[in-house]
């Protein structure tokens, strides 16, 4: 019932091509990594102080002293404004204040306030003990405003003024950043009481860790972070020049080392989704996922990510192997192929108007080059030898699509004017774009039923590799699952719809065997040879 993923050369035997054991031997050494890494985060090997002189054991202040300032200038100790003290600091004590801040004048004018923590002993200021711990954090963030879900519909009747406001509140025109002040800061210190190894310090620890002396012993200072994860968007607040005071509040609790080195990764990972062109909004919806997953939900997730990558990779390399040896169009759908190619077109526009990051627009771009590389391919096929075949294909091809037309054309347009009526759009460009995303997110996946149809009239699915319809199955079974378990934005409309073709496309396939006595285009002929004396005239 299942296809596989090999091909059969001329001796008969069947062989994995060199591109694919190099493929699956990456992937296992990155899910080996990728292990190795969390294992990394789960378990940690302490020093033994009994036995070893060159151990990194934790100092603990008696009397320590938790202070946080706000500064414009996190190197100008200066210009340092204290916001709040606890005198007598409990490592192991949970606790959440509220205070006041006053923004400087030059934050109201879109500066950048920062947090310096302290943690140290002694009343004096804190940067004038030798073992005081510090942490910059930002408090504000200059971000431009994510378009809301939608403006007042069109109107024509509207003044200048109201068209150039909607416009404005809509995204067509882009709107001016604002500054926002995050009015929570979730506070952590690592104080487990581990003992590390001079030679054995993680790297994620060794970059937070400030080691002291006392003679002969090393003891290193409390390990001191912000949870960035519990810092989110829908708490911040807009400030301007009015705005002279907010407040903010105050969250401190312990934490293992477990803990401490996962949130120093997911920080790490933060940076570079920012580097990549990530929105503050669009990581806001990031953190808002893994904080609000189920932690063994979110490690399946890694899995299921982690696959799906590798489904894909492998169906873009059947793909083009597959139309790189193809001679003829005998039994393949080129509706399918143009429905494709305009759909991934499409998808990819709509994520060029929206400004998507990089890390989604690179692998969209590559998409349109394959579909666009197979179009070409599949109308620039011309073969006599199998003009009557081709001829057929051709017929049942229109036909499928003429019947699939019935149905798509009157939803179509019905959609289209109900949108433009009903819904909210920013302009009419961004309703175009809208209409056509919706149309290929809602019936995409009717792109494949003229394939199945020419499948039904031919009654066989031998002129296709049926690897590349399991990988890319598979992949859109995971990226459904994903979108249905996670709380991440993704069009309603764009769950479990592949599926349907998918599972249609394994129906015939289980109903219209291959035939021994019958060739194959892609691979080795599946005649097999008859023993025997051979046959004379």
């Not at 690592?190 to 012993?217: L, N, T």
């Not at 460009?429 to 995409?444: D, P």
């Not at 309603?492 to 599926?499: H, K, Q, S, T, V």
Request: glycine content about 6%; charged content about 20%.
């Amino acid at each position: 019932m299942f296809p596989s993923c090999y091909s059969k050369p001329k001796n008969g035997a069947y062989t994995n091509t060199p591109v694919t054991k190099v493929v699956v031997g990456v992937f296992v050494v990155y899910v080996l990594h990728t292990c190795w890494v969390l294992y990394g985060f789960v378990y940690t090997k302490p020093c033994d102080t009994s036995r070893n002189d060159n151990c990194i054991t934790p100092y603990l202040a008696k009397h320590a002293r938790l202070s946080i300032f706000s500064t414009l200038d996190p190197g100008d100790v200066k210009g340092h404004r204290l916001i709040h003290q606890e005198n007598d600091f409990d490592f192991f004590s949970k606790f959440e204040r509220k205070v006041n801040v006053s923004l400087p004048k030059a934050t109201r004018s879109n500066g950048t306030l920062f947090a310096a923590i302290y943690v140290h002993s002694g009343s004096g200021p804190p940067w004038d003990d030798g073992r005081h711990v510090s942490y910059v954090t930002r408090l504000t963030t200059y971000t431009t405003p994510p378009p809301p879900a939608g403006a007042t519909r069109l109107d024509e009747d509207a003044t200048p003024e109201e068209d150039e406001e909607l416009r404005r509140a809509s995204g067509s025109v882009p709107a001016a950043p604002v500054l926002r002040w995050h009015s929570r800061l979730c506070l952590s210190v690592m104080a487990d009481g581990f003992s590390f190894s001079k030679g054995a310090v993680p790297s994620d620890i060794r970059r937070h860790m400030k080691v002291v002396e006392e003679g002969k012993k090393k003891m290193y200072l409390p390990l001191v972070v912000v949870d960035e994860l519990r810092i989110r968007m829908k708490d911040s607040i807009e400030i301007n020049e009015s705005v002279a005071e907010v407040y903010l509040t105050l969250t401190y609790e312990n934490i293992s080392l477990k803990k401490f080195r996962l949130w120093s990764h997911i920080r790490d990972v933060i940076y570079s989704l920012k580097q990549f062109g990530f929105t503050e909004y669009q990581v806001d919806e990031i953190k808002g996922v893994i904080s609000d997953t189920n932690p063994y939900v979110l490690a399946l997730t890694v899995v299921a990510a982690i696959l799906n990558l590798l489904c894909e990779f492998l169906a873009i390399k059947n793909d083009i192997s597959f139309w790189r040896k193809k001679t003829t169009m005998t039994g393949m759908s080129k509706r399918s192929v143009v429905w494709r190619c305009f759909s991934t077109m499409v998808i990819s526009l709509h994520l060029l108007v929206e400004k998507t990051g990089w890390l989604l627009l690179i692998p969209a771009g590559v998409g349109v080059v394959l579909e666009l590389w197979k179009l070409k391919k599949a109308f620039s096929i011309q073969d006599d030898k199998f003009e009557e075949p081709e001829r057929v294909t051709t017929g049942y091809d229109s036909q499928g699509m003429k019947l699939l037309s019935y149905l798509l054309c009157p939803l179509c347009v019905s959609g289209v004017t109900y949108s433009c009526l009903y819904l909210k759009n920013k302009s009419w460009y961004s309703w175009f774009i809208n209409s056509l995303v919706t149309g290929v997110y809602a019936f995409g996946f009717l792109s494949g039923f003229p394939q199945l149809y020419v499948n039904y009239k031919l009654k066989s699915v031998e002129h296709l590799q049926s690897s590349i319809y399991m990988y890319k199955g598979v992949s859109t079974f995971l990226n459904d699952i994903l979108g249905t378990v996670l709380t991440v934005p993704t069009h309603p409309l764009a769950c479990f719809r592949d599926d349907v073709t998918f599972l249609l496309h394994l129906y015939q396939r289980r109903l219209y065997p291959a035939r021994k006595t019958r060739g194959r285009e892609y691979g080795a002929c599946c005649r097999q040879r008859l023993k025997g004396k051979t046959h004379e005239d």
